[in-house]
Structures are given as C-alpha cells and as structure tokens.
C-alpha cells in the first residue's frame, strides 16, 4: 500500500454525465478509492459544497451546479485491481435500458469491503458503452430483475418513475411459518440505524421511521411436521408500495415471518436448520428473496414495459423438492 499524495481542492462543473446524478454518486465518481463513509462524512461535515452553500449526500445535480470536493488522501493498493468482465442473463435491452437477472450473492456495485459489484462488471464487459448507471438497488443476496440506464435520460425518467411511484415491482419471499392473513397492506415506518461496528441495519420506527408499505399475498403453504416451532414454510408475493431499505425483510420480519436465509433480521437457528438440509428437505443456504416483476413506462417511448426475471433454477428445483416431501407427509 502507498498513499497517494494530497490532492488540491477542486471545483467541477457537472456537466451534462452528471445531470439529475445523486452527490454522493457523483464524488464516488471522481473521488475514486475513497469509502463511501468517507464520501457521506465530508458531506455532512460541510467540506463538499454545492455553488457555495451546503449540500446533502442524496441531493440530486443540475448540469450547470458547480461541486467544490475537498483534498482527500486515499490510500491505494499498489497494483489497483479491475473488475472482472462479466456477463448477466439478460431480461430485456435496447439502447436506452438493460434489465438483467442479478444472481444472488453479487452487489450491485463496489464499496464496503466489496471490490466490485455488477454495474463495474458490465462496464469492463462492456468498453466501448459510454453510459452505463444503476437505475435502482438490490441487496447483494437478494436475486432477480436489475435495470441499468444506458442513456443519462433514460437514468432521469427511470429515477422519475420511480421516485413518484409510477413502478409496479413485485418479489417472491419464502418464509417461515405457515402464513393465515390472506392478502394484507402492512403499513409500518421504517427508520435506517448503524450497529456499533457501523454496519447498517433497518427497525420499525413510529417516532422516527420514514413512511413504508408493502402488499402481502399468500401462494403457496408447506406444513413441515420436523420444522418447529415454525410448523411449515410460505411462499409469498410482496409488492412494493415505497421502496425503503431493506423493506421486504424488515416488513416480514415484523409481521413474525422473517424470510428463510435472511442472515440480518431472520431466525438464526431456522436458517441453519436449512442450511444443513435436516428438516426434510434439501440443504438451502441462501436468502429466498427474488426481484421478480417490475413494470414501468419506457423511458423514451413511454409504452408499458413489463419486465419478468424468472426465479434461479437451483430455488425452482427447491420448490419442487419441498412440494414433494409436503405431499408425502
């Protein structure tokens, strides 16, 4: 490791890249290396001003905004490493979007002890694009349907749509216990919390919380007379109403139905019990969650796109498994 010498401040302009871009996105975009807990510290601190005056890390830019980023000094690896060139099943693409089905196990970008994610993999894959920009997150075990903007307007129209709820998005959750309600709207706040080694985590809040729904619906039930106290496993549907951090998990886990392999707000005994295949069925030893449907108007046509990521063969064969011993017993 050496240390990179300190740089001066410096005073950019965002230009047309930057238009509509998130502040903290656009540092991490020039300030390469740095933690984006350095990132959001400088923010706060008052030392990144936007045309003179304070700003806030999820502040979104005009081309003509004038950014002042500090001098940063960064310790960098001696031989930085590249992402590696990846390839992504691809749900639908032209030349304004790319929707991929993200595998579980992969962020969607680097950061956070992660060298590299998805969005750093398509563009090593991918040279000669001249744009390529998440249009939204996954977590990085959570599967399923991802877009990426190809064009800065196409990233500005989706951000839109999605910022004023004009996207319909729906997940497949596995969970524990036999669920009874039917089809329920849970409404409960969502407030976002460091633990004391910082790494971030999501609680019901009333007092706090941001506001937070999620539609519930029942499809399929798993009696398992070998999986107590929890008697049995549901697959459910979830439709995003907000699209809070971690809402999916937090929401379940809420309603007393954490999802199976959820290693943050799931049930630690359940999820090893699993992992080791000793309930009766096949080991499973990732967290059951899949982005499966997200419907939207296209970003430059504005036609209804509906966009289906179908679930990982391995969960399919899960299912199939699990259906099985359920019919036996």
Known sequence: MHTAPSPQVRLLQVGDAGEGQRLDNFLARHLKGVP?????????????????????????????????????????????RSAPALQFPIVFEDDHLLAINKPEGVAVHGGSGVSFGVI???????????????????????????????????????????????????????VAGLWTRGAVMIEAPLHKYLLAGGERRVRVDAQQGQESRTQFRPLERFALAGLQPWGGLSLMQAR???????????????CGHPIVG???????????????????????????????????????????????????ENCVQWLHRLRAQCAQS
Do not use: C, W
């Open 120 to 174: 750093e993999a398509l563009r090593a894959a991918r040279p000669t694009a001249k744009f390529l920009e998440l249009v939204h997150r996954l977590d990085r075990d959570t599967s399923g349907l991802l877009l990426i903007a190809k064009k800065r307007s196409a990233l500005t129209a989706l951000h839109a749509a999605l910022r004023e709820r004009h996207a319909d998005k729906r997940y497949l959750a596995l």
């Open 36 to 80: 984006r807990s350095h990132i959001h510290r400088i923010v706060r601190s008052g030392e990144v001003r936007v045309n003179g005056g304070r700003a806030r890390a999820e502040q979104k830019l005009q081309s003509s905004d004038l950014v002042r980023i500090p001098p940063v000094r960064v310790a960098q690896p001696d031989a930085p």
């Open 262 to 312: 959820d290693d943050k707000y799931g049930d630690d005994s359940l999820n090893a019990l699993l992992a080791r295949g000793q309930a009766g069925v096949p080991p499973l030893r990732r967290m059951f969650l899949h982005a499966e449907l997200l419907a939207i108007a296209h970003p430059a046509s504005g036609e209804r796109l509906e966009l289906r990521a179908p679930l990982p």
């Open 240 to 254: 995003l109403l907000t699209g809070r951090t971690h809402q999916i998990r937090v929401h379940l886990a809420h």
